[in-house]
């Protein structure tokens, strides 16, 4: 089974505004792959699932996955949130509708797939893939 890290991250320019998401793939064999994209109007929490969704669906067969994010949003989301989300009808405890629900859904479907971990890490904390994901998250907004 191939093995690999992921490091995501997402950016927004105002928020909402122009955003930018990036991935670093790190494989097991030691190589690494990076990914990035924009969206011309968004939010960060949106550019922060955009990227762990363009991340797992990079992956064509079944993948054990280390997901690293500094996003406590991402992380909770898909971990603890999701599960209430959906026993609520994807409302929150407020009865109000799960903002970004479209991307929890798919996220949900395709990982699936694989053997995924999530953790959480703090931003700006000289861990050196979450750094050049922002670096390139950032980047990708302007290109």
Sequence with gaps: MIKADIYTD???LGNPGPGGWAVIIKFDNG????L???????TNNRMELTAAIKAITSF?????INIY?????????????????????????NK??????????????IIEDH??????VKGHNENIFNEKADILAKKAIKS
Excluded: P
């Excluded at 109000?96 to 479907?109: T, Y």
């Design 31 to 34: 190589a690494i792959k990076e």
């Design 36 to 42: 990035s994209g924009s969206e011309d109007h968004t």
């Design 115 to 120: 053997k995924i971990q999530w953790f959480w």
């Design 96 to 109: 109000k509708d799960v903002k970004n629900s479209d991307l929890w859904k798919l996220l949900e479907s």
């Design 69 to 93: 994010t500094d996003s406590k949003y991402l992380k909770e989301g898909i971990t603890i949130w999701i599960k209430k989300w959906k026993i609520n009808k994807w409302k929150t405890s």
């Design 60 to 64: 064509k067969k079944k993948t054990e």
């Design 10 to 12: 997402g950016s927004c």
